[in-house]
């Protein structure tokens, strides 16, 4: 009976033993196919997120349309998915006990923050070589321009600005006519005769039509043209109702009018601008008389999905009248101070009047593909005329006579067409391709001449021969051109364990009958976001960039018998920039609030320049390639919610640039050393009817020497600029808070009274310089200071 109850109790204890066993025992591995769509808040399909297993580290990732599909394999009977894409908030789902075959669709929302009941979307992510910049509240800056967006992208890492007058800007050691200019595809023109700024009209890029800011200082694909230093792509917006915005001030005003739906749209502007007001801080006293109007226009008709047009018309009327009566100039050391005094007599005029006028036909061929279809002409009408008389005295020791004359006249036209298309491959990967259509004529006339006198002698004095002019120059010449291009590039994006890495790789190629040259750019961009931290970005972009001569480069003088002549140099060749750009964004909060900082280091490898001198505003190129240089740099910024609900950024840049002329290094006449820029914007707490924004610039000053000299006598500098606007704003009417005002309906959405003060610290910043010649060829540099301290009042209604 032992017996037996041993053995019975061994059997009761075997079945037991045995289901442990089984237990460690993994399970046969199963396979289950999961898929399902993928959209965001609005319902919108979601491309190109990451859907991971997270045990097995299977992936995916999302079509054009937002669905996915996966099979993963089980081990314990239990999924592990992950949904990740950048901009996009995070989401986990657990599947427990899936069967074979699983239909899971997720709601991936958009980055946000929440600010004190403020909410404020994610900062996009740069993996390109275009960073998008915020167009709201361009109306509300501080700046002598109007609210220009070129105001808010000179306080850009990399970009300076070293005139108020003036709406262009230097690009990491570039010259003004480096930079692109695009909106809606279409490349924009600018007159070539303006020399000084106060001769500039309004910017082309109407603020309240625009859209989206695209902009790039360097290292930009192969769908842009052929422009060494910069882009600013911008996008007007299609109003989808009715909607008007009126604009008043001392230095002039505009009103916009918009209206449409989801199948047409309209918005039209008319801006008029004067400087008078301004320009009265000048030394130099008289009757300024700038006039500048401009009207625009954008229409968009979309019939059916397939289907859009866009046409943009712009006629710039800009007209600058001037009878200089006095200068007084205090310049000099505490020691040794000087007085430049001059009594003027005659005038100036001068009109820049062009036409634009831009279509764009798009056309969606399928989901994947698409092409459009750009034709834009750009017409211009210049003329420069002045008569001036200038008698100085410079300490009462040295008296001298200026008398210049201009007879300029210059009309351009330029027709471009051009055809692009682009192709998905498939959630990953597309390819863009272009080519372009230009013809080019322009008819220039030009005779200009100064004559110089110092204590009764002709400058430059001769004992015996004729009578010389200080300076003469005359042309005559009408060209007419073609220019071809084409471009092709691929982008893909390819996500895998280390991080998601997007490359854009292209060519671009053109050809100029004038000289027959024939130009290839190959270039390439990489982005990456490493997996163990999707707040750093990594960017490297490298290519050869190419500066087609326009006309102002190819124009050569001959001196024939003490008289520049202008000749055409049909040998001239595009100028060329080798360019490497290393950088990277990291971003992070602080007290709940989104920041970036950005930083990137560049070197550029130039070669056949065309030197050039500076004055002003206005460039006069060598007309031949006789020099090789370099530019390296820089640039930081630090971009985020200071205050809540507001955009502010600090930017500081180092930067060398040099250039071979004639065995003789010398630094560029764009060479700035250091610049720091702010863009500060502010609210008042618990009054959110104030708003303020601050504009800050330091910059090195710039090379100069003598005028109708060579580079290599360039070799001082200005003194740095300095100088700080700010703009203070109330809303008068708020017509969304208080829908009826005094018992009627509000008249306005919105009106806001505004007070700015131009160069708050009242700081003289140099411009240029007056160079006075004595008869022993002795020169001194009197300073051209910019505008003072001034304050400007407006009045901004919104309907």
Known sequence: MKRMSRISGIGTRV????????????????????????????GNPVELVTVNED??????????????SLSVTTLDDTVRLTFRLIGHETRKRVIASPPDTVNLNIMLPTSRYSLEGVEITGTRRQTGGIQHIGAEGLRFNADPGGGSVESIIATQAGVSSHNELSSQYNVRGGNFDENSVYVNGAEIMRPLLVRAGQQEGLSFINPDMVESIGFSTGGFNVSYGDKMSSVLDITYRKPKEFESVLTASLLGGSAFVGAGNNRISFAGS???KTTSYLLGTLDTKGEYDPSFFDFQTYISYTPNSKWSVGIIGNISLNNYNFTPQTRSTTFGTSESPRRFTVYFDGWESDRFNTMTAAMDI???????????LNMSVFSSRESETFDIMSQYWLDQNSVGTFLQHARNRLESDVLTVSLKGVHRTDAAGSVGWGIEYRRESIADRMREWEMQDSAGYTLPYTQSGPLKMYYSMKSANDMASNRTSAYIQDTWRFSFNAGLLTLNTGVRVAYWDWNRELIVSPRLIAGFTPAFSENLTFRFSTGVYFQSPFYKEMKDTVNTGGIGVVMLNRDIRSQRSLQV????????????RPFRFTAEAYYKKLDRLIPYNLDNVRIVYYGENCARGYAAGIDLKLFGEFVPGTQSWFTFSVMNTKEKIGGQWVPRPSDQRYNFSLYFT???????????SLRGSLADGLPFGPTRKG???RLFRTSAYKRVDIGLSYKAIDGTALPHYYGRKAPFKSMWIGLDCFNLLGINNVNSYYWVTDVTGDQYAVPNYLTGRQLNLRLIITH
């Open 15 to 42: 079945p037991v033993l045995f289901v442990a066993v089984l237990m460690t025992i993994p399970l046969a591995a199963r396979r289950v196919y999961i898929h399902g769509h993928i959209s965001d808040e609005n």
């Open 55 to 68: 045990r097995t580290m299977q992936s995916t990732m999302s079509n054009l349309l937002g669905n996915y």
């Open 270 to 272: 008319i801006r008029y």
């Open 362 to 372: 798009k056309r969606k061929i399928t989901d994947n593909s698409a092409l459009q």
């Open 581 to 592: 750009v290393l950088g990277g964004d990291y971003d992070f909060t602080v007290f709940d």
């Open 682 to 692: 502010d609210s008042f707490p618990r009054r959110d009817r104030w708003r303020m």
């Open 711 to 713: 580079r290599e006598s």
